[in-house]
Nanobody
Framework: QVQLVESGGGLAQAGGSLRLSCRTS????????MGWFRRAPGKEREFVAA????????YYADSVKGRFTISRDGAKNTVSLQMNNLTPEDTAVYYC???????????????WGQGTQVTVSS
């Protein structure tokens, strides 16, 4: 069974940076496309970024393009989300997600982490 454990959330000031990580276990890491979603207070969960199994293709929501970078480390079975130039609108619980291909991971992931809080102050 695939398990996803996020880390790295916290508090940042507007214009600052945070890095989220998600460690994966239970399946060959390269067989999983990985993604990040977020849920802001009072809003529905939304897609943030995704990366294919071997890291050759990445996808981003328009709201984070140019500010966030998703990457993966096969040696550590970890996917990361580098978040720069943060704004208060980025405040949310961020969830790591996994699926068997990039289409599914962006739409209906099979596996979810427990979430990590990111709070950006103005």
């Amino acid at each position: 069974q695939v398990q996803l454990v996020e880390s790295g959330g916290g508090l940042a000031q507007a214009g600052g940076s945070l890095r989220l990580s998600c460690r994966t276990s239970g399946r060959t890491f390269s067989s999983l496309s990985m993604g990040w979603f977020r849920r802001a207070p009072g809003k529905e969960r939304e897609f943030v970024a995704a990366i294919s199994g071997r890291g050759e293709v990445t996808y981003y929501a328009d709201s984070v393009k140019g500010r966030f970078t998703i990457s993966r480390d096969g040696a550590k079975n970890t996917v990361s989300l580098q978040m720069n130039n943060l704004t208060p609108e980025d405040t949310a619980v961020y969830y790591c997600a996994a699926a068997s291909n990039p289409v599914l991971v962006r739409a209906i992931p099979s596996h979810w982490g427990q979430g990590t809080q990111v709070t950006v102050s103005s």
